[in-house]
């Protein structure tokens, strides 16, 4: 069976180890630890290294997930992560007043792996139609290219495997 990479990326807190969770319960393999640093998350643990998960699509192809670290000293973490996937989902919070300029961030980070990465936003949390139409237009003209854009509850299994089904069939024709 052939593997998939595809990996997580997003800042402290938005849910990549959540997500990897839902879609692979305890056959993942986590890297949290207590947080250290309640200034930019509160949340009680935060990941060092990679998250990594499976999850098999069913037609004979596997999903290898990887959830990268959001703290932004294990930046050399995440570049790795991307230089061996084959497809990487922007996570982010739209109702942050700096959504759009992270996103923006994180996918010129991927594309200058690769011009050809398939990639798409998940927007972790709640977020009205208007915020999220505006978000997604607003990051378009920044970048120059339309990049999908899919909301999902990362604690929800179903929701996720609904965002992967989306994001499968981007990568497979690439
Ligand atoms: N209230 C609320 N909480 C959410 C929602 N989505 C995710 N969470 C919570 O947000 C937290 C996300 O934590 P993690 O999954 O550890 O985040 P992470 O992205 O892996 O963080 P780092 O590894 O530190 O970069 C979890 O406690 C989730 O239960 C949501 O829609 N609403
Ligand atoms: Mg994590």
Known sequence: MSGLRIVLLGPMGIGKTTAIRSLCGNVMVDCDVPNMDPSSSA?????????????????????????????????????????IAIGVIVMVDANEPDAVDMAEQYVRTVLS????MPCMLLLARPVSAEISN????????????A????????????????????????????
């Open 134 to 145: 505006r978000f997604s237009s607003l990051l378009a003209d920044k970048l120059g290219v």
């Open 147 to 174: 990049v999908p854009v899919i909301t999902a509850d990362v604690r929800e299994k179903l929701q996720m495997l609904d965002a992967l089904d989306i994001f499968s069939p981007l990568m497979l024709t690439t």
């Open 43 to 83: 949340k009680a643990s935060t990941t060092v290294g990679a998250d990594f998960g499976v999850v098999d699509l069913g037609n004979g192809e596997q999903l290898h997930i990887y959830g990268s670290p959001g703290q932004d000293r294990f930046d050399f973490m995440r570049n790795w992560l991307i230089s």
């Open 113 to 116: 792996f690769s011009e050809a």
